[in-house]
């Protein structure tokens, strides 16, 4: 991206020497994992006193969270480079597109000058190159599935372990409660609290830490497709001895916003009219107590199952999405790259066949187009030679 900038949460939590120092890691480990610029801009912000400044009108706590720096950083974006941002993303784009089109142009103008004999020899060579090419594409995919599979059991895992986890912690605050001698209406208050507090927080980080996986999982499956896709056209370029370069490509990822918690279970309530305590008050303390408890854990279990069940139901429509989408990626992306160069090959076959004769017309034709294009590229390149200063 043309601009890019990162926010130190949480600061709030640290001291001064501490967040300076958590900066300053971060800023290490982006330069060093992700050769970004050692003057990347970091913000660091406390998002709860700014929300909370922001609620209750205190332009000082606003100010003292981070999170003004952090929206004049984005007024002045907005203001002064959006504009230029887009319109480089646009000539990004064009020349990308613009550069398979000269490879076409240019294999079919390398095409038609060649001896009849020689140029359906190099077509049977690359056509041996695609073979080789959509078993390399068929591999790819069995490798995806396998990977889809392991993620999912990595899901799974974790999924499991939050049951766990939250089962126990449910189950000892609604114990903390009776104690301190609570009835059990308040225990369920206070596990449907804990519920609010604290699940969306740790389900959360989860999530993003399993988003986080996919996401270079899939991003070294995306470099490994970009190597297969653009070795169709870099074997079409050196077969027929004409210059072509493989342009990067971005790899996105979309997360996906999780914001819906249970906080109570209603499966349990009674279906008679009677309340429970009514029909318990003539039982033994101790049958009175346990049965309550049971009332609990099940409350418990059932919170526990609902909340984690969302969070892996997601996760594995995330899956679902993901690979499937990448797979018809990789399909459609190595299928336009042998349209792109096959077809302007076999075009230019057919036509030395059809008219060998009047092969000097498509020629000229060709390196006219080429001419054209070649010269909308340079003009392109001029304008991203263009520099504009980064914003503090």
């Not at 043309?2 to 130190?8: A, V």
């Not at 372990?161 to 225990?187: M, P, Y």
């Not at 919170?303 to 069940?309: K, S, Y």
Request: aromatic content about 6%; some cysteine.
């Amino acid at each position: 991206m043309p601009r890019l900038f990162f926010l130190l949460n949480k600061v709030d939590y640290l001291t001064d020497d501490e967040a300076a120092a958590a900066t300053a890691f971060l800023r290490r480990v982006l330069a060093e994992q992700a050769g970004l610029p050692a003057d990347i801009p970091i913000y660091p912000v406390s998002a709860r006193r700014g929300l909370f400044a922001s609620e209750s009108g205190d332009p000082e706590g606003w100010r003292e969270s981070g999170c003004a720096d952090v929206a004049d950083r984005l007024l002045r974006f907005l203001a002064e480079e959006k504009q230029q941002v887009l319109e480089a993303s646009v000539r990004r784009r064009a020349t990308g597109l613009a550069d398979e089109v000269l490879l076409a142009l240019r294999l079919s103008l390398r095409a038609l000058a060649m001896p009849i004999e020689e140029l359906e020899e190099k077509s049977a060579r690359f056509d041996a190159a695609l073979a080789e090419a959509d078993q390399q594409r068929r591999y790819a995919k069995d490798m995806l599935v396998g990977e889809q599979k392991r993620m999912a059991e990595l899901v799974e895992a974790h999924a499991g372990t939050l049951r766990e986890r939250n089962r126990a912690v449910l189950t000892g605050v609604a114990e903390a409660a009776l104690e301190g001698g609570g009835s059990e209406s308040d225990a369920i208050e206070a596990m449907a609290t804990t519920v609010a507090v604290e699940f969306p927080q740790e389900l959360e980080a989860t999530a993003a830490m399993l988003d986080r996986e996919l996401e270079e999982r899939l991003h070294v499956h995306h470099e490994n497709a970009t190597r297969l896709i653009g070795s169709v056209r870099a074997s079409a370029a050196e077969l027929f001895e004409v210059p072509y370069h493989v342009p990067g490509t971005e790899h996105r990822f979309e997360h996906r916003s999780r914001a819906w918690w249970v906080r109570r279970d209603f499966s349990m309530s009674p279906l008679i009219p009677i309340p429970t305590e009514v029909m318990e008050r003539a039982m033994p303390r101790a049958l009175r107590e346990r049965r309550v408890r049971e009332r609990l854990g099940r409350q418990a279990e059932n919170l526990v199952r609902a909340n984690v069940e969302n969070l892996r139901w997601s996760m594995m429509q995330d899956l679902d999405a993901a690979f499937r989408s990448f797979a018809s990626e990789l399909d459609e992306g190595l299928a336009d790259a042998i349209r792109a160069t096959h077809g302007a090959i076999g075009a230019a076959v057919a036509e030395r066949r059809r008219h060998e004769e009047e092969s000097s017309g498509l020629t000229a034709e060709r390196e006219q187009e080429i001419a054209m294009l070649e010269a909308a590229v340079a003009r392109i390149g001029k304008r991203n030679d263009r520099r504009t200063a980064p914003l503090p």
